[in-house]
């Protein structure tokens, strides 16, 4: 393998750890660590997209739309599938499809509420900076489930 070579995979893998401790973050409800991952300052406007909610501009505004996910998420769980990292100079876009696991507050008497299962097509956007690579930007979109039944190809018998 060139020096090229050994220096590109060097950097998807230290992507792929970036994306990785995005979600580790997550998921252990620690927003201190989630934040250090996300571009610092205010030169650099970063932007997310959860599912369902409008676009997010400004660090400010997408640190507390994690915040307010976490105090109101009990369990959630990423299994990420269908992982790609592309890169071109010092940004890096990964897709993948989170395969998520999630309990929200607990009923009456029961240790959690009962889990909901969800697919989330990802992009996450990250620069590289001299502490390391962070993220830019995330999008999120729903990945609608199938809902079993045929499209009406043939009439009615």
């Known amino acids: ?94 897709t993948c499809t989170e395969n998520i696991l999630s309990g929200g507050p607990a009923e009456e008497g029961n240790a959690l509420g009962p889990l909901v299962g969800q697919l989330v097509v990802a992009t996450n956007v990250f620069r590289r900076t001299p502490e390391g690579w962070k993220l830019w930007s995330h999008h999120g979109s729903p990945v609608l489930a199938e809902t079993g039944e045929e499209d009406d190809e043939e009439p009615p018998s």
Do not use: K
């Open 1 to 94: 393998m060139n020096e090229d070579h050994a220096s590109a995979a060097a950097d998807i893998a230290e992507v792929e750890q970036a994306n990785t401790a995005f979600y580790e973050a997550l998921e252990r409800g620690d927003h201190e660590t989630l934040s250090g991952l996300w571009l610092p300052g205010e030169d650099l406007t970063v932007s997310c997209v959860h599912p369902g909610w409008p676009v997010l501009t400004g660090r400010g505004d997408v640190l507390r739309s994690y915040a307010l996910i976490m105090a109101n998420t009990e369990y959630i769980q990423f299994f990420l599938t269908d992982v790609s990292v592309a890169m071109t100079g010092d940004t890096a876009l990964v």
